[in-house]
């Protein structure tokens, strides 16, 4: 049987605000599961240069508690969630802050696997 799965995406740190639970409501009738998705740089604003990084890491602790609250609403809960980079508007970036960007969400996502 082939399926379907939806995918919510918010980049803001009040992911309630934009996602509220009456949609997860709604979402529920329809889709057995969920994935959601954050990012770990970009998606702020095209004249940035720097992540802020504490933004990123507030959006996703956000994305986990979101999670944790709406999981037992779907049959087959939230599947994961996907931490996307975004890079659309400098050509050159300054690779070595986003380097550290990325190992300290990889770090703090797997840190319970270790």
Same mark, same amino acid.
Do not use: C, D
């Given at each position: 049987m082939i399926g379907c799965n939806i995918q919510v995406w918010v980049y803001a740190e009040d992911v309630y605000r934009f996602v509220m639970q009456s949609v997860w409501e709604k979402y529920q009738i329809v889709f057995p599961n969920a994935w959601t998705a954050? =990012? *770990?740089? +970009? =998606? *702020? +604003?095209?004249?940035?240069?720097?992540? !802020?990084?504490?933004?990123? %890491?507030? /959006? !996703? %602790? /956000?994305?986990?508690? %979101?999670?944790? !609250?709406? /999981?037992?609403? *779907?049959?087959g809960g939230f599947k994961g969630i996907v931490i996307t980079g975004w890079q659309r508007y400098i050509i050159c970036y300054m690779i070595f802050l986003f380097n550290r960007s990325q190992i300290f969400f990889f770090f703090f996502f797997i840190k319970d696997l270790l």
């Open positions: 954050s =990012a *770990f740089k +970009g =998606a *702020f +604003g095209e004249t940035l240069y720097i992540p !802020n990084v504490k933004r990123h %890491l507030e /959006n !996703n %602790l /956000n994305w986990l508690q %979101l999670m944790s !609250n709406e /999981n037992s609403r *779907f049959t």
